[in-house]
């Protein structure tokens, strides 16, 4: 082969009229089919929507100037959110024995009420 043959250029040969798209989607099975070129449109072009809620941007930090500088202690403290439960105001006392489940016998109810059966030690299954 010559560098002539290598420097030359040979426009592609036309052939003919471009192929129909498909704009059925079912249609759409193999990887050739949706080949950029032939749907005429960049799969990428129609984006995405960010998430519901999404914030990152408003966050400290996204600029290089930012990531690089960091971020002040009071800024930080400000963004903190207390730990206060809403049930109870703050500044009244705690009940020592709430929320505390004793396994005392006699400090429940209906404990003592057994059946013949059952001071017996016999169980429903031995009748």
């Given at each position: ?31 050739e ?7 005429r ?30 971020r ?11 730990e206060?439960?809403?049930d109870?105001?703050?500044g ?36």
């Open positions: 082969m010559s560098t002539e043959d290598l420097n030359s250029y040979a426009e592609p040969q036309a052939t003919g009229s471009p192929d129909a798209v498909e704009t059925d989607p079912a249609g759409l099975n193999s990887a089919d949706l080949d950029e070129d032939r749907i449109k960049d799969p990428l072009e129609s984006g995405m929507d960010p998430p519901e809620g999404w914030s990152g941007v408003t966050k400290y930090g996204m600029t290089p100037w930012e990531e690089s500088h960091p002040p202690l009071a800024d930080r403290l400000a963004e903190e959110q207390p206060v439960s809403v109870r105001p703050a009244e006392p705690v009940d020592p024995g709430e929320g505390v489940i004793s396994r005392d016998a006699d400090d429940q109810p209906g404990a003592e009420i057994r059946s013949e059966a059952e001071r017996r030690g016999q169980a429903a299954d031995d009748s």
